[in-house]
């Protein structure tokens, strides 16, 4: 085992007509310890998420703000496999399952503009991002674990992924109430279920179903459904539909 010393490094200014304008530096030096294997990746960590502004024309905001958030992450994911035959085409079927478990502490931020910052919309990636927000305004508070499975068909011919299938949902100990200015506190106790569904039977031609049920309302949030024709000749053709119920968070506010 190897300690991992990585981060990131952000500086913007932002410049608004008739509002606050100033300058912001955010650092997220983290330390990780990973154990990597064939059959399994495990990933403890802990960071530090630094952010300071610079602010001018800020008559609602003092003009430099400070702001600290450190974090605990773990990630384990394993990988088991089977081989077979099906047609008499050899495959490789996966089985993947995977939890991400995140604490990060409530920081006040409500004084603190809101540059380029919003909601990710949820999808089956964002079971593993830290953090609920696109963009660096707002940290999110959280004590969470996401539990998700992963299994795939690979031709052992070509190496193409001939079909794709995950679940996941994120169980969450505490009320996240860090939030966006006109949007409510989240204290449910676990997030919709996300599900895909990806198949590539034939080369050049792929299909892709996703689905995010709501367990609270017990109704489908949204879902899509794709077909992708891409020859190797260059060109390209996409089809898709995406019907969705309504937008995620309406009215009140946290800190």
């Known amino acids: 085992l190897v300690p991992h010393f990585y981060g990131l490094t952000d500086i913007t200014y932002f410049d608004r007509e008739d509002s606050v304008t100033g300058g912001r530096i955010d650092l997220a030096p983290t330390i990780s310890l990973p154990f990597i294997k064939p059959w399994a990746?495990?990933?403890?960590?802990?960071?530090?998420?630094?952010?300071?502004?610079?602010?001018?024309?800020?008559?609602?905001?003092?003009?430099?703000?400070?702001?600290s958030v450190p974090m605990v992450s773990a990630d384990a994911?394993?990988?088991?496999?089977?081989?077979?035959?099906?047609?008499?085409?050899?495959?490789?079927?996966?089985?993947?399952?995977?939890?991400?478990?995140?604490?990060?502490?409530?920081?006040?931020?409500?004084?603190?503009?809101?540059?380029?910052?919003?909601?990710?919309?949820?999808?089956?990636?964002?079971?593993?991002?830290?953090?609920?927000?696109?963009?660096?305004?707002?940290i999110g508070d959280t004590n969470q674990l996401a539990v998700a499975v992963t299994s795939r068909f690979l031709s052992l011919d070509s190496g193409r992924e001939v079909f794709r299938t995950s679940l996941g949902q994120i169980y969450f100990f505490r009320d996240r109430e860090i939030a966006l200015p006109g949007t409510v506190i989240q204290d449910d106790s676990t997030s919709e279920f996300i599900g895909?569904?990806?198949?590539?039977?034939?080369?050049?031609?792929?299909?892709?179903?996703?689905?995010?049920?709501?367990?609270?309302?017990?109704?489908?949030?949204?879902?899509?459904?794709?077909?992708?024709?891409?020859p190797p000749s260059g060109t390209g053709l996409n089809a898709a539909y995406r019907p969705r119920r309504h937008s995620l968070y309406l009215m009140n506010t946290g800190d």
Do not use: C
């Open 41 to 67: 990746y495990i990933k403890p960590a802990i960071g530090l998420r630094q952010t300071n502004y610079f602010l001018t024309n800020s008559q609602d905001f003092d003009s430099t703000i400070s702001r």
């Open 77 to 138: 994911q394993f990988f088991l496999e089977r081989r077979f035959e099906m047609f008499d085409a050899p495959l490789m079927q996966t089985l993947e399952p995977r939890a991400y478990y995140v604490l990060m502490p409530k920081v006040g931020q409500s004084d603190i503009p809101i540059f380029d910052t919003g909601l990710y919309d949820f999808t089956f990636l964002q079971l593993f991002n830290e953090n609920r927000f696109a963009g660096r305004d707002r």
């Open 196 to 230: 895909e569904l990806a198949a590539s039977p034939v080369e050049s031609w792929s299909a892709r179903a996703t689905l995010q049920w709501d367990p609270h309302d017990k109704q489908t949030e949204k879902s899509a459904l794709s077909i992708r024709y891409a």
